[in-house]
């Protein structure tokens, strides 16, 4: 099995991840690789907000702003930024093109996002990728400084594998149920 394959077989999701996170160093080359994405036109539509720090907090109170909750339950969405010490958002950047429609710069930027969780967890680092329906709402748009013509995809939650990680257990498909062939 070539190296490629088997990561790919082999990623998994990091519900947990301990405190430790990559820095920024560590981060630039791994953003470079992943940047080899397919990207019809050379567009680049897409770009990364690192969140560290005060910022995770910030982020929580944009959800709980976004969800109008008060009280215990304000609290514990307000912390689900906090379940990692990086958060990487994947942001779709949008430019006028001809030739390339928003939903392929939108794939493009996908395309980055599935890139750097592999070389993340290639590095050693925990990963899972999050949405939600709060990932479009405005005051979390606000917070992340969209532009026009952005839309946040998710984030990357980063952070060390704990000791105590089981295997993943993925049952594999059944391909006849997703490949087909046009007729002849």
């Known amino acids: 099995m070539s190296a490629v394959l088997d990561a790919i077989a082999s990623r998994r999701s990091y519900s947990v991840v301990t405190t430790d996170a990559p ?31 005060d910022a995770r907090a910030a982020l929580g109170d944009a959800f709980v702003t976004a969800a109008g909750l008060e009280g215990p339950a304000a609290v514990k969405l307000a912390g689900k930024p906090l379940r990692a010490s990086l958060l990487l958002a994947l942001v779709a950047s949008r430019g006028p093109s001809h030739k390339v429609p928003a939903w392929e710069q939108d794939a493009a930027a996908a395309g980055v996002a599935h890139f750097l969780g592999l070389l993340l967890e ?46 993943a257990v993925r049952q594999p498909v059944d391909v006849d149920d997703y490949l087909s062939a046009l007729p002849a």
């Open 122 to 167: 290639d590095a050693g680092w925990g990963v899972m990728w999050r949405t939600g329906g709060h990932t479009r709402a405005e005051p979390v748009r606000q917070v992340h400084g969209l532009a026009a013509g952005e839309e946040l995809l998710g984030w990357l939650y980063v952070g060390g594998i704990p000791e105590t990680t089981k295997p």
């Open 23 to 53: 820095g920024r160093d560590e981060l630039v080359p791994l953003i470079q690789a992943a940047a080899r994405a397919s990207d019809h036109g050379a567009l680049r539509p897409w770009r990364i907000i690192e969140l560290r720090g």
